[in-house]
Each structure stands twice: as structure tokens, then as C-alpha cells.
């Protein structure tokens, strides 16, 4: 079992460092899409995944709110007006589609966030995220056993990773957002939109999210891939070197605290498209998921909030 999930890992490393390879040969930055690396660890750790199961949710929802943040970034001056449409319309989109593929939240936010404005940029997603797709169907094509049973945990995981039910949670997930993006912009701190992911699916469901009981551990691994991916930026420059390295640390780190948070290995790579990544991102990436911790257990005391969610059976 250690075996295969290593061999799993090192699937998803390869794809990571392709994506890297061909940015870096077509100075299309945004091929490098950090979210890539969360979901190809899963997709390849959790055959039986809810994204593994969704192959054409994985291509295609990234590449739509891609498109919608992108225009959202050329048309809007950048503020939090801009900000709470391209989350706004990302969420709209998930509920919509019923898409499990919680990571196109963070494809929105990017052009709005790091100011992206490249006509390139949801094409340079629809290929990533299309070339995973077929990477994952051909893989169970071709797979000679069945993929091991889920237990609880996985069980749990796979729920997480499934669309919000009801609006219940928007309350809570709102008081995370606008102060978070707002107290951003006023210090000057950089906008991390996987953090927007890992809030959605805490506050979308909120009793059976397998980090919501430990959420210090969950700030640990954030940080920490984020210091090590703007460290391996710093020492080797944005490049698959960087990129397979930030992803290995990352995957490291959440084996080091039994963590399944694929949305946080994306942190460790958004260096990778950052200008100049160093301890401002860093800091950016700890006091935002602070605040994220903090908003969690308020919203948590109050009766009849962030209980909505079905429990594991």
C-alpha cells in the first residue's frame, strides 16, 4: 500500500513538472497552474476519488471560471468589488454544475487576485487540467487490478471533496471571505486562492471535513509549503526543479501530520507564477489561513450553524 501511494505521488510529481517544463518553453506562465498539483495528487492517491470519478468536471470547471475571473480582471479595476465576483460567480458555477472540482475556485480568483491578464489563460488551464483528465481515464483504462477498497478516512475525504449542499454555509464562509480579502488589500498582503478552497470545503461541510478538527495542523502545513516553495524559487528560480521539489516538501509535510489536504499543496506552488515570491508571501499565506482558523470556530459556536452536512456512514 506505501508502494502504491508513492508510485501515485510520483504520477502527480511527473505531471507537475511537465506543466513547468512546457511554461517555462512557451513563457506561458499560467501552464504552471498551482492547483495542478492538488489535483493530481488526489486524482492519482484516490483513483476512486470524487475528481478521479468526474473526468470531465477536472478538465472542464477550471477552464470555465478561468474564463469568467479573466474577463472579471480586464473589465474591473482591482478591489474587493472584483474580488467577491470572481468568488461569487466560481461558487455559482460549482452549484450549477454540481461540480465536485472545489479547485476552480481558485482558478477564478487568480486573474483577480495576482492580476493575470493574459488571453492565454484559459486555454493554458483547459489543456493542464484537460491532459490530467485524459491521463486519468487512460490510467483506469489500463489498470490491471482494481483500486484498493475506501476505508472510512477515504470515505471521508471523498465526501469533502463533493459539491455544497444548500446555502446553510454561505453565511459562514462570507464572514471568512470579505473580511480576509478586504483586511488583504488594506495590509498590502497578497490574495492566496487555495485558501478559498480549503474554506469551502471546511464551511461547505463541516462534519466530516477530515481537517476541521485540526486546524493548527492544517495552518502548519500551509505555511510551511509556502515557505518552502518561495525557498525553492529563491535557490533553484521557477522551473520543474522548483516545482517537484515545492510539490515533494508539500506532500512531506502533509504525511508528517496525516493531513488529505490537497488544496494546500497548491499553496507551495503559487510561487511558481508569483513575481518575486519571498517572506511576504509567506506571511500573506499564515495570516490568512489564520483568519480562516479563527472564522471557523466562531461560526462553529453559533446554534445551528455549520451543521447542516451529512456524516459519514
Known amino acids: 500500500m506505501r508502494f502504491e501511494r508513492t508510485r501515485a505521488e510520483g504520477w502527480a510529481a511527473g505531471v507537475v513538472a511537465l506543466a513547468a517544463v512546457a511554461a517555462r518553453a512557451s513563457g506561458v506562465s499560467t501552464l504552471m497552474f498551482p492547483e495542478l498539483g492538488a489535483l493530481a495528487h488526489d486524482v492519482f492517491t484516490r483513483p476512486q476519488g470524487a475528481w478521479a470519478r468526474a ?35 466560481s461558487l455559482l ?51 490491471r487490478r482494481p483500486p484498493p477498497a475506501d476505508n472510512g478516512a477515504s470515505r471521508a475525504d471523498d465526501q469533502t471533496e463533493m459539491p455544497a ?34 474554506a469551502y470545503e471546511m464551511f461547505a461541510h463541516p462534519d466530516i471535513c477530515p481537517w476541521r478538527a485540526r486546524p493548527w495542523g492544517l495552518l502548519a502545513a500551509c505555511a510551511g509549503g509556502a515557505a518552502a516553495g518561495a525557498a525553492m524559487v529563491a535557490w533553484l528560480g521557477p522551473g520543474p ?11 512531506v509535510l502533509l504525511r508528517a501530520l496525516d493531513l488529505h489536504a490537497p488544496p494546500a499543496l497548491a499553496i507551495g506552488l503559487l510561487p511558481q507564477i508569483i513575481p518575486d515570491p519571498g517572506p511576504h508571501f509567506v506571511a500573506s499565506v499564515a495570516l490568512l489561513c489564520l483568519w480562516l482558523v479563527t472564522s471557523f470556530a466562531l461560526a462553529s459556536r453559533i446554534p445551528g450553524n455549520l451543521s447542516h452536512a451529512r456524516r459519514p456512514a
Not at 477550471?62 to 479595476?77: C, K
Not at 475556485?105 to 490530467?132: C, Q
Not at 462570507?174 to 473580511?179: G, I, Q, R, S, V
Open 241 to 251: 526543479v522548483s516545482a517537484v521539489a515545492s510539490l515533494t516538501v508539500g506532500i
Open 165 to 198: 449542499r444548500g446555502w446553510r454555509w454561505l453565511p459562514g464562509y462570507a464572514w471568512f471571505a470579505l473580511p480576509g480579502s478586504a483586511g488583504a488589500m488594506h495590509w498590502h498582503l497578497l490574495l492566496v486562492p487555495p485558501v478559498f478552497v480549503i
Open 55 to 89: 473526468p470531465g468536471m477536472l478538465a472542464f470547471t477550471p477552464a470555465l471560471t478561468a474564463f469568467i475571473g479573466l474577463g472579471l480582471a480586464r473589465w474591473l479595476p482591482l478591489g474587493l468589488p472584483a474580488l467577491m465576483l470572481s468568488l461569487g460567480s
Open 93 to 143: 458555477l460549482l452549484a450549477l454544475l454540481r461540480s465536485p472540482v472545489a479547485p476552480a475556485i481558485s482558478a477564478g480568483m487568480l486573474p483577480v487576485a495576482l492580476r493575470v491578464r493574459s488571453p492565454w489563460y484559459p486555454g493554458s488551464i483547459l489543456l493542464v487540467t484537460g491532459i490530467l483528465a485524459v491521463v486519468v481515464v487512460l490510467r483506469a483504462v489500463l489498470r
